[in-house]
Structure formats: structure tokens, C-alpha cells
């Protein structure tokens, strides 16, 4: 029997050189090898050289094309040689069988410009594993289920994971603490109301009423210079016009276009006294000196503002520390990101160790 299977695998070689020529197409089949043993591998390459330009379908060969093969992986080539002027296709299938006995491999079919041209067909003797009967006592039966250890390259994934996890667990951890510990974004100042311009120079008048070494005749250029400062800051707050940089008849212009001239009488005087005081060296008396006080006082009282009193004020202020806000985003949107990274690598850690113990 064995004998019939070599004339017929020799026949078959002389076969699997002789390919189609037609038109300038040459195809050729060929195999690895004629024999083998069941279970191994091998493959068949079918190789087309044809004119470059040319249309071309190579066939297709899986498993049930021939019954009993199977088909474990399919390649593709094409190269052109000849300076481009000619083309080679190449399909190579790697196969395989279970079964013992001869299988002929029918020729294939290419179509070149819608024509067909077959290859030669080729063949393959598969043979059974040869069994000692004459030693069956040598034939082991199978082996109980034995423990095996666990080699670096198996777990060193999990490792790596692990210390991934366990520094980005750190570093969420830190810059959890850097969110509850940033500072406040909207700072609170409480603001001190301020006081109607009269009470202001009101209570600026009794302070220099009650200091005894301004009213010295010594310290008389100082006690004029404060008196007519406070003025000049009322009728600035009050009236709205630079006071504080104006000369006295600039002062005394400017109001009698608001007052009547008889309101600011006094006040003129006031100024005038106080000019000379600075600018000449005039010694008022200490009556002279109260009386210029209370004349003060009087103008005060008589010109100030009680709307002043009823406008409503803020007692604080809110103030957004833009740094802070800028900080807290970038902090909230880290911790978002390297917790969905944890998430993952949880993951992958989670169903390496189950594959591994599994």
C-alpha cells in the first residue's frame, strides 16, 4: 500500500513544477512537502508572474476547500519586477490536518482580464503516529494536576501596575490635601462707613479745640494751618471742587456762585486771618482765635449736607482672589484626571491578577 502512495506522490512531483503559460502568465503551485504527520504544518504557495497592467484576482483557499484541511493563516505578496514591466503575485496558506490518508489539492484558479488560468494540482500524504503495541506498558497515562510557580515575567505586569497605582494613590492624595487647604477664593473685608463730610470736620475741629498747645499764642501758624486745612476739606467733600489747592479768593469766588454772601462772611474772614498768620506774621489773641473757631463751627453747621446721612453704605467688600479661583480649577480638573487614570490601571491590575491566579 505504501508503495502505490510513492508512485502516485511521484507522479504528483513531476506535476507540481509544470505551470501554466499562456499569454505571458505563468502560474505555478507548490508545497513544502508531499508527507508529514498529522497535526504538523505546512504550506502552499501559488506564484503568478504576469505583465504589469493586467487585472488581476487570486483565488481564495480556506478551510472546507479541500475536505479535511484547514486553513490557519493566509499571506499576501505582490512585487514587481523586470524595471516594473512585470508583475508577481504570491498567496501563500498555511495548513494543516487531523486525518491520516492522501489529499489532492485540486489546481487553482487565477483570473487575469477575466480570463482563467488553472496551476497544477498538487498532493499531500498525511501519516498517523506510529504506536509501540509491542510496548504498551511504556504508555504513561495522564499525569495528576501539579502545582508550578510562578515565574518574574507572569507577575512582573502586576507589579509594575501596582507601584503605579499606589504613586498616583500619593499624588491624588497630596493634591487632595492642596484643594482643602487652598485659600479662600472670595475674601470678606469689613469697611468702616464713612462719616458725612460736617461730622468729619466737626469732630476734626473739636480735636484741635482740645489741644491746648495749639491754641498757645506760639503755635498760632499751626493752629490756623489745621483749622483752615479741615475747611478746605469740607467744602471739598461738600461741594465737590478742589478747595485744598485753591488760594482764598479763588475759594470765596467759587462759593458765592453756590452761597449767598452773608453765609460766607465769616468764612472769609476765617481765611483771610489765616493767610496773614502765615504769610505776614500776625499774633491773633486767644479769644480772636476761639472766636475764628466758632465761626468755623457756625459755617459748618449752617452749610452741611443732611442727605449725607440717609445714603446708605457698604459694611464690606468681597474681593475674588483670581489666583486662588485659577488654582482650585487646575487642582479639581488634576484629581479628575488622575482618578480616572487609577480607575483604569484598577482595572487592568484587577484582570491581570485574576488571569493570573485564575
Known sequence: MKKGYIYIISALLVMCFTGAHAQNVVLNAEIDTFQMLIGEQTTIRLELSVDAGNRVKM?????????????????????????????????????TTFDSTLYSIPPFEVLVNDSAFRSNPLALAVYSVPIDTANLQNICGPKAIQDVELTWEEYRDSV?????????????????????????????????????????????????KGDKSLRLEGNTKEYYTQLTDTLREYMRDRYGFNATEMTTSEIVGHLLKIQDKESIKDLKEILQVADLVKFAKLHPSINENDRNMANAIEFVNETKNIEEEKV???????????????????????????????????????????NLFS
Open 160 to 208: 509594575y501596575l501596582g507601584v503605579i497605582l499606589a504613586i498616583l494613590g500619593a499624588v491624588l492624595a497630596w493634591v487632595v490635601t492642596r484643594l482643602v487647604k487652598n485659600k479662600p477664593i472670595i475674601r470678606i473685608i469689613k469697611i468702616k462707613p464713612k462719616l458725612p463730610s460736617h461730622i468729619t470736620a466737626l469732630n476734626r475741629i473739636e480735636e484741635i
Open 59 to 95: 483565488p481564495e483557499f480556506k478551510t472546507g476547500s479541500v475536505n479535511g484541511l484547514e486553513v490557519l493563516d493566509t499571506k499576501a505578496d505582490v512585487r514587481s519586477i523586470n524595471e516594473g514591466k512585470r508583475e508577481v503575485y504570491t498567496n501563500e496558506y498555511l495548513i
Open 312 to 354: 446708605q453704605q457698604p459694611t464690606e467688600k468681597r474681593i475674588v482672589n483670581q489666583r486662588s479661583l485659577f488654582e482650585k480649577r487646575m487642582l479639581i480638573v488634576s484629581i479628575s484626571v488622575i482618578a480616572c487614570v487609577l480607575v483604569v490601571i484598577a482595572a487592568l491590575l484587577a484582570i491581570d491578577m485574576y
